[in-house]
């Protein structure tokens, strides 16, 4: 069963931190290579922010985050984190996780190479 839901998101002021969860069922974890975070701010296209090769921890960030949002990932619990720091109120938009099944091709933060994706959390930062 493909399965990721997304827990976490909420309303902060700027310069706030957050952490979103993103639990994945046993099948879409232990599939997938790289898992990611996507953000999708109204009128404008989804970004990825963050990705994670789920077979040896190895990141990639989008530079709108770099040094505030750190990716991690737990394999007991087959589930991927987004610790976000400093928020800015460019970060407010919808929070989505994504898994790429094993079968993905593209750049890692690209949400084409994706197959399956969480329902998405929304984050507000408030000015």
């Known amino acids: 069963q493909v399965q990721l839901v997304e827990s976490g998101g909420g309303s902060v002021q700027a310069g706030e931190s957050l952490r979103l969860s993103c639990a994945a069922s046993?099948?879409?974890?232990?599939?997938?290579?790289?898992m990611a975070w996507f953000r999708q701010a109204p009128g404008k296209e989804r970004e990825g922010i963050a990705a994670i090769y789920t077979g040896g921890g190895r990141t990639s960030y989008a530079d709108s985050v770099t040094g505030r949002f750190t990716i991690s990932q737990d394999s007991d619990n087959d589930s991927i984190y987004l610790q976000m720091s400093s928020l800015k109120p460019e970060d407010t938009g919808m929070y989505y996780c994504?898994?790429?099944?094993?079968?993905?091709?593209?750049?890692?933060?690209?949400?084409?190479?994706?197959?399956?994706w969480g329902q998405g959390v929304q984050v507000t930062v408030s000015s």
């Open positions: 994504a898994a790429d099944l094993g079968q993905g091709v593209g750049g890692i933060r690209t949400p084409g190479r994706y197959a399956a």
């Open positions: 046993r099948y879409t974890y232990g599939s997938s290579r790289y």
